[in-house]
């Protein structure tokens, strides 16, 4: 059985342990400590909960190939940046969530794409899946399907917009990047 690595990478608070942990384990987790305002972040108790990366370990079937998906759930971009080179040069595939709620979190994923790039040396054939989040929440939302549109189109990477709430497109992200990483490590 193939197994591939992915890394889940975003702005605290985007919803990436709740996609991870819905894909995963098929539940919704509600445990966000959102940050104390006029409180450092690094004394957030958001961070005191979520600090290091966790990592899952599932069995899927993409179109009749079982495979092994580990997936690395980080914490969010400030830690990250610490760590990242390892992250980037180890895993295969790249999920890059961000927000429909939350327009600032798109900055966030581009810049992580392109350091992505360059620690990858090339920005042929890396498998990248985009993910909007909270796409339940309708009346908060930020990010236009026009703006969306347009990002897919300028950075060539195929968008999802998802709720790990409701668990809807949940499945098609994880199904999108292990086609993408099948075809980029064909079997050896
Ligand atoms: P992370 O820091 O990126 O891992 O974000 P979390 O997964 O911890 O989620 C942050 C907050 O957003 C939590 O309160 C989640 O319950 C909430 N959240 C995550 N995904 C969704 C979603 O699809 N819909 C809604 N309504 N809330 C979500
Ligand atoms: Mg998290």
Known sequence: MRKFNAVVLGAGGVGKSALTIRFGKNVFIDQYNPTIEGMSPALSPRLLTDPLPEEYRCELIVDGHKCV????????????????????????????VFSLTQESSLRDI??????????????????????????????????????IHELAQSWKLPFYETSAKRNWHVTDVFEDLVRQMRKRYPDK
């Open 69 to 96: 998906l580990e997936i690395l759930d980080t914490p969010g971009t400030e830690q990250f940046t610490a760590l990242n080179e390892k992250y980037l040069k180890n895993a295969r595939g790249f999920l890059l």
């Open 110 to 147: 581009d810049s992580i794409r392109q350091q992505i790039y360059l620690a990858k040396g090339t920005e042929e054939d890396v498998p990248i899946v985009v993910v909007g989040t909270k796409l339940d929440l309708s009346n908060e939302r930020e990010v236009p399907r026009a703006t």
